[in-house]
């Protein structure tokens, strides 16, 4: 009798439990929502969770394999107990499609009441997830990092896209990718990790990273373990900085790093970047003045020989291998002890900072290292620049100050370090075989002339338009241009944040701020509420810290004129006819005959000057050029003058040419060209060619030339462009045909600061 009761229960309960499943089977699809349990651990056909579903308790690991896609739709919210995981591509071919959007989100996170980092495995993708076909877009993962997978997501071999997503509260990694795995990460926030927010090798860290943001981690970096690079990689600044751990980084292979702007790589202790010891490599790393590029040590309190530095082999590709607007700071461990160190490699490196190294700021060595450095500032290294074994680097416009040792040091005899044209920390030059008090420099280094001051490679900011009147209650818009001089041309700088602002007039106090775009452009408008004139100028503080000021512009506001009232028309009068004269008749007189004058002998004509065609070599010569506070013959009001030497060649096989002069054809800044006898004149004045000593007969003959001082005076010590056209006379009766000039520029003598145009010779000269 009792085991009829309890066959009776038992079926009971067992028609209740269907029916109950039935019921909750019935209400989930009628839109209300109770939890569905994973306990299965294999996926092997394609499956769907809806949210329909919510929550997805998963009790276990689950396999996803056998060519089997997992869909998670859009606002799931999968629970996972304590050891439980999601394992796609283990055993073979997988998919996870997770795709959720902003509003509604996938979210995948402990099933435990108060949650936990490590509560759960984490998404582990192996090396037979189907890259192409897995994706992860909106998605939160949360508290994962259980056992020895330590992170949210572990990428196996395996290369998923992963974007839009919020990974946070690991017990390890955000996202922990192998030397085998390239995810696709872009526009994730990472937060609240307990290492770093992601962890990549650094031979398949690549441009696909990027945009990725967060904060809370364990570090705040992207992590970048070192290794070998032998294909072209390229790392995007974002949020996080990079920072190089374990390992050196070896680029070989013909491969080609490039870092971009605004990159912040930092190195553990010991490490180093090298650049083409095994075979062809390249470093890009190219910044600007408003996004530089910087190398550090990772160290919370950085110190001279933190990590290695950057080391340049023989095979490094010299032609395509730069850093600019770079810092290189704290290097010099072990026996590289250097930032920046040439074994027969010849980079170029401009417009860096390159300080606080542990031996020397750059070291250069064997015959092949020939980098060229400029524009840079050296400071606080032991020596700033230190050559040996008949390197030869040349070292022009940097600031070489602060090092405790020397500045420049060549070691070779049989070479003469070319280092002209640097600061050295004081007016009076450098010290050591130098004659003044600054840095100090070896011999075999050609220190002179020397700069009295750190001013070049500036930016330049020109504001147009220069002056404008415009009625008030209108718009007013200035434009600033800003760029820089690169060899014989000029390269816009973009991302430049600049601030204008109205100096005085009746609008004094306004100002704005714009940041420059491709065309290294920005620009200012405000609109005129009173009459007057306002000034208006822009600046910005560039890469060294120092600021620059544009030139000034005006702009004059007016009342509109008020208009004269239209008289209403007067009725025409009625036409009184004219009477008809009588005519006279006038007799006509004889003419009276005129003596035929002597004609006077024709003038002479005189030959006037006109622009020559390919027979005049107009160059600079070498940094004669100087600025005084002397204003001696200039008109009142101008601050100084600035004077260079030209030498003027005639370089045609014929013919001799004489009454030279030259023509002013561009002359900024409201400066003027200053005549040997007193006369000043911009834009269309000449000044005429003294031709004295052996060519005091005023004929320069082919081959000849002559030297000729140029004197500007200057309205304000600033930036200005020069451009003259050179006028003449070919001394040659047969010759009529005078056509337009060509000059040539000498590149080595005004590196960077002049060039020669189809218009004549351009000049950007920078006063001191």
């Known amino acids: 009798m009792n085991s009829v009761k309890r066959r009776a229960k038992s079926f009971l309960l067992s028609t209740g439990l269907l029916l109950l499943a039935v019921c909750m089977l019935t209400l989930s699809r009628n839109g209300v929502s109770y939890a569905l349990n994973h306990s299965s651990n294999n996926i092997t056909k394609d499956e769907t969770w809806y949210a329909a579903d919510n929550p997805h308790i998963v009790t276990t690991y689950i396999h996803v394999y056998d060519e089997a896609t997992l869909t998670i739709e859009k606002g799931c919210v999968v629970k996972f107990d304590s050891t439980a995981a999601l394992f ?72 998923p896209t992963i974007q839009n997503c919020t990974i946070r509260y690991s017990d390890g990694y955000g996202i922990y990718c192998d030397n085998d795995s390239a995810p696709t990460l872009t526009n994730n926030t990472m937060s609240n990790n307990a290492i770093y927010p992601v962890t990549l ?165 064997e015959s092949n290292s020939l980098p060229s450095i400029s524009c840079s500032k050296i400071t606080d290294n032991v020596n700033g620049v230190y050559a040996e074994s008949n390197s030869n680097p040349t070292v022009t416009d940097c600031s070489i100050a602060g090092n405790t040792s020397s500045g420049v040091t060549n070691t070779s005899s049989a070479i003469t370090l070319d280092a002209e044209n640097n600061w050295w920390g004081n007016a009076s030059g450098p010290s050591g075989v130098g004659p003044g008090t600054g840095a100090a420099v070896s011999a075999y280094v050609d220190f002179s002339p020397w700069r009295t001051a750190f001013d070049s490679c500036l930016d330049t900011i020109v504001l147009t338009p220069y002056s404008e009147t415009n009625f008030i209650g209108s718009q007013h818009t200035v434009t600033a241009t800003v760029e820089t001089v690169e060899g014989e041309s000029t390269e816009p700088i973009e991302g430049i944040v600049l601030f204008f602002y109205i100096t005085s007039g009746p609008h004094a106090g306004v100002n704005g701020n714009d940041t420059t775009d491709a065309n290294g452009q920005a620009t200012f408008t405000y609109t005129g509420t009173t009459e007057g004139t306002d000034t208006i100028e822009a600046s910005f503080s560039d890469f060294y810290g120092r600021t620059t000021t544009s030139n000034s512009v005006t702009k004059t506001w007016e009342a509109p004129a008020t208009p004269l009232p239209t008289p209403s028309p007067s009725p025409s009068p009625e036409t009184t006819p004219t009477p008809t004269a009588t005519a006279t008749v006038t007799p006509t007189p004889s003419p009276e005959v005129t003596p035929t004058p002597t004609p006077s002998p024709a003038p002479t004509p005189v030959p006037t000057p006109e622009i020559i065609n390919d027979l005049v070599l107009f160059e600079p010569i070498k940094l004669t050029y100087a600025t005084t506070s002397d204003t001696t013959g200039c008109p009142p009001g101008f601050v100084g003058k600035f004077s260079f030497d030209a030498k003027l060649t005639n370089k045609g096989s014929s013919p001799s040419l004489l009454n030279l002069a030259v023509q002013v054809k561009t002359l900024t800044n409201g400066n003027l060209l200053h005549n040997a006898d007193g006369g000043n004149g911009g834009e269309g004045s000449i000044m005429t060619i003294p031709l004295t000593g052996a060519y005091a007969d005023g004929v320069l003959s082919p081959g000849e030339f002559v030297n000729v001082p140029f004197v500007i005076c200057l309205k304000e010590k600033k930036s200005f462009k020069f451009i003259v056209d050179v006028l003449g006379v070919e001394n040659d009766v047969s010759s009529t045909a005078l056509k337009k000039t060509t000059t040539e520029p000498n590149r080595a003598k005004f590196k960077k600061r002049s060039k020669v145009t189809r218009k004549g010779f351009f000049g950007r000269f920078r006063p001191q």
Not at 94 to 118: C, R
Not at 120 to 133: C, H, K, P, Q, Y
Not at 256 to 270: A, E, R, S, Y
């Open 88 to 159: 796609i591509g283990y055993y073979s071919a997988a998919a996870l499609k997770a795709v959720g959007t902003e509003d509604a989100p996938i979210t995948f996170t402990s099933n435990a009441g108060s949650p936990a980092p490590a509560d759960w495995r984490g998404i582990v993708f192996f090396n037979s997830t189907v890259d192409g076909s897995t994706v992860m877009d909106y998605c939160t993962v949360e508290y994962g990092g259980f056992d020895s997978y330590d992170s949210n997501i572990n990428c196996n071999n395996a290369s």
């Open 201 to 365: 090798f650094c031979g398949l860290l690549d441009s696909n990273v990027t945009g990725n943001t967060g904060s809370g981690n364990g570090t705040d970096a992207i992590e970048v373990r070192g290794g070998v690079i032998t294909v072209d990689r390229t790392w995007v600044s974002q949020d996080f900085y990079f920072q190089v751990t374990g390992d050196d980084i070896h680029v070989y292979s013909s491969a080609t790093l490039t870092i971009n702007p605004g990159c912040l790589v930092k190195f553990d202790n010991g490490a180093a970047l090298f650049i083409g010891y095994y075979s062809k490599a390249t470093l890009i790393a190219d910044g600007t003045s408003g996004s530089p590029i910087t190398f550090t040590s990772s160290a919370s309190t950085p110190a001279p020989g933190d990590w290695e530095g950057i080391v340049f082999f023989e095979h490094t590709d010299d032609s395509t291998t730069i850093l600019d607007y770079c810092t290189v700071e704290y290097g010099g461990f072990n026996s590289y002890d250097s930032n920046i160190y040439c074994l027969n490699a010849s980079p170029t490196i401009q417009r860096c900072v390159i300080r606080n190294s542990d031996g020397h700021g750059i070291y250069t060595t």
